[in-house]
């Protein structure tokens, strides 16, 4: 038989078995809720100041903007005609849609504020143009403060019940990558505003119990028409007239500043591995240029003197190569360093009757084999100043 003894301390020792677990659910429960809240808080700065510095950065080129307003009268006419940028948005899904009509009530207007200028403004949604690939979803809306339709930019991210921590990191993560995609020119448009609802408390917009989405309260105002650089240089070429001419001149004056302080600007920590060229620079109706975010960081110095080291090896077995051999060799194949895709966008804009490609082609080979720009490289050009063809050739050593 069993002993009596063991089964009574079992059944007397139940209810204190029964508070242990009860005590160590709660404490889980409750350190799982303050964890999420530190990490939600700490996320929630985050994303605050990555917002605070996209504002900031908008300001700064709304300044620009006005600084170069004469020049940029001079670049508006030979936006002749304005396209919607190339997109390849994908379609909603029904709980995206269902979100998105919980937050704009098609035909009901939404007070908006704009983090830019401080101004309020009532949007009222149109449509849904498609997804980005960046999983951001663009909108059709009428603006108060305009007459024409405006698109606007958000960023959604699925929503399930903040149970961690990790849900709370997952959440603001993604949308702060979503935001710095969408910091520059896209496939979606240019931005022009960053807009917030008026009637979010936080950084996220309200949301309903259903929703299987979550938006964080900032909407970029986007532009969508615009021309390439490439195509704005075609019609100042074509242009025969002299005052078609003089405003040409004037013109490519305002090209030049514009693009020298776009990339002077940018963060000196961010290189664009030579993506700069006549087809990654768009320009407004307005005239007014802008360009793709750098996105990669400069490589440390001493993986630049390494990269030095391969450049002069590689120059050094160049030089003792044949002509022949030159001319079958692509340097155009080879990355390029920012300053001298800078100098090719410099030539095409005061070379308008010479090939793009021919150009690029001809800087790259000086490049490549450390020899100066020619006198009469110029000769063929639309009377650059002279502080421009040093410019040029300074860039393309």
Same mark, same amino acid.
């Given at each position: ?59 700064? =080129? ?10 940029? *009268?001079?670049? *508006? ?15 909603? %899904? ?25 101004? /309020?403004?009532? &949007?009222? #949604?149109? =449509? ?22 405006? %698109?606007?930019?958000? #960023?959604? &991210? ?5 149970? %961690? %921590? ?15 995609? $969408? ?7 240019? !931005? ?6 008026? /009637? $979010? ?13 979550? #938006?964080? +309260? ?23 007239? !002299? ?7 004037? *013109? ?22 030579? +993506?700069? +060229?006549?087809? @990654? ?11 793709? !975010? ?17 450049? =002069? ?5 160049? *030089? ?16 390029? @360093? ?7 966008? #410099? ?7 010479? +090939? ?42």
């Amino acid at each position: 038989m069993t002993p009596l003894g063991p089964k009574i301390r079992h059944v007397l020792g139940y209810p204190f078995r029964k508070i242990v677990r009860t005590l160590r659910a709660a404490g889980a429960s409750v350190g799982r809720k303050v964890t999420s809240w530190t990490s939600g808080f700490i996320w929630k700065r985050r994303w605050t100041a990555l917002v605070a510095e996209t504002v900031a950065q908008m300001k700064k =080129e709304r300044k620009q903007e006005k600084e170069e307003r004469q020049g940029c *009268a001079a670049v *508006a006419p030979f936006v002749t005609n304005p396209h919607a940028l190339p997109t390849s948005l994908g379609a909603l %899904s029904a709980e995206m849609l269902d979100a998105l009509t919980g937050l704009f009530p098609p035909q009901q207007p939404v007070e908006m504020k704009s983090k830019v200028t401080g101004s /309020s403004i009532t &949007v009222r #949604f149109l =449509e849904t143009v498609g997804v980005s690939s960046y999983g951001s979803v663009l909108i059709r809306c009428q603006s108060s403060a305009e007459a024409e339709e405006c %698109s606007l930019e958000a #960023f959604p &991210v699925t929503n399930p019940s903040l149970r %961690s %921590s990790a849900t709370v990191r997952r959440q603001y993560l993604r949308a702060m990558k979503q935001l710095k995609t $969408a910091s520059g020119p896209s496939q979606v448009g240019i !931005p022009r505003d960053l807009l917030v609802l008026k /009637s $979010a408390r936080g950084s996220w917009c309200p949301q309903r119990p259903r929703d299987a989405f979550a #938006f964080p +309260n900032v909407f970029f105002k986007r532009s969508l028409q615009a021309e390439k650089l490439r195509e704005v240089l075609t019609h100042m070429a074509a242009a025969t007239d !002299p005052g078609g001419q003089r405003t040409a001149h004037d *013109a490519r004056v305002s090209l030049t500043k514009q693009v020298h302080k776009g990339v002077s600007l940018a963060s000196p920590t961010l290189c664009r591995h030579g +993506n700069i +060229n006549i087809d @990654s620079i768009f320009v407004t109706v307005d005239g007014i240029v802008h360009l793709q !975010p750098p996105v990669a960081e400069c490589p440390s110095p001493e993986q630049s003197s390494v990269a030095a080291d391969r450049h =002069e090896s590689t120059a050094e077995a160049a *030089a003792e190569e044949t002509d022949q051999d030159r001319e079958i060799l692509a340097p155009a194949e080879e990355p390029i @360093s920012d300053d001298l895709a800078l100098a090719i966008v #410099f030539t095409h804009i005061w070379c308008p009757l010479r +090939n793009f490609e021919d150009v690029a082609y001809e800087l790259t080979l000086l490049n490549r084999f450390e020899r100066e720009v020619p006198e009469e490289f110029f000769e063929r050009c639309a009377s650059p100043p002279d502080a421009i063809e040093v410019l040029i050739a300074m860039l393309a050593l």
